[in-house]
Structures are given as C-alpha cells and as structure tokens.
C-alpha cells in the first residue's frame, strides 16, 4: 500500500514563503510522476506543478508560475513545493498526487492560508 503524505502549510502574510513537502511510503519501485494540485474553497481542484522523473522535467501552472518552485529527492521519495510571494489568492488546501507503477495516488492535503 502506498502512502502520500504532505506537511508544511500554515498561515503566512502576503508575499511570504512556504515549503511544502510530500513524503510517499510504501511499497514502491518507481515513480513515474508527482503533481501538485490545489483547491480553495468553492473551486474545483486545480493543477498546480509536475515533476517528470524518467527525466527530470517540471512545469508550473501560469498563476504560480516564476513564484512556485517543484522539486523531488529521488533517494527518500520526496517531493517539495517551494512558495514565494504568495497571494491570498494562493489560499487552498493542497494536494500531493503521484503515479506510481499506473496507479495514481492522494495525499489528504495541507492548509496553505495567505492572510494579513
């Protein structure tokens, strides 16, 4: 059984920083992708990053794009979302999501709150 776990939200004043992490456990031999996705309330969830592991590939959604940064440490199945200048329009719970052997995964999601 695989396990995604994110931690490392919180509330955070406008144009400050947040690091996100996704921890995947379980039994694992490869991992093709990890997403991030995000949900604010009374949205439908939004895609958010990529990382490609195969070849290191990472994207980010316009909105976040030049603020949010992806990364994954392949040894310890890790994955990170590094948030700069956020917006209170930033405001959702955000959700790691993998692909892993064909199946896909969730994490339950982490409370990110950009307030003053």
Not at 57 to 82: C, P
Not at 94 to 113: K, M, P
């Amino acid at each position: 059984q695989v396990q995604l776990v994110e931690s490392g939200g919180g509330l955070v004043q406008p144009g400050g920083s947040l690091r996100l992490s996704c921890a995947a456990s379980g039994r694992i031999i490869s991992i093709t992708a990890m997403r991030w996705y995000r949900q604010a309330p009374g949205k439908e969830r939004e895609w958010v990053a990529v990382v490609i592991t195969k070849n290191g590939f990472t994207n980010t959604a316009d909105s976040v794009k030049g603020r949010f940064t992806i990364s994954r440490e392949r040894g310890k199945n890790m994955m990170y979302l590094q948030m700069n200048s956020l917006k209170p329009e930033d405001t959702a719970v955000y959700y790691c999501h993998a692909l892993i052997e064909g199946r896909t995964y969730w994490g339950q999601g982490t409370q990110v709150t950009v307030s003053s």
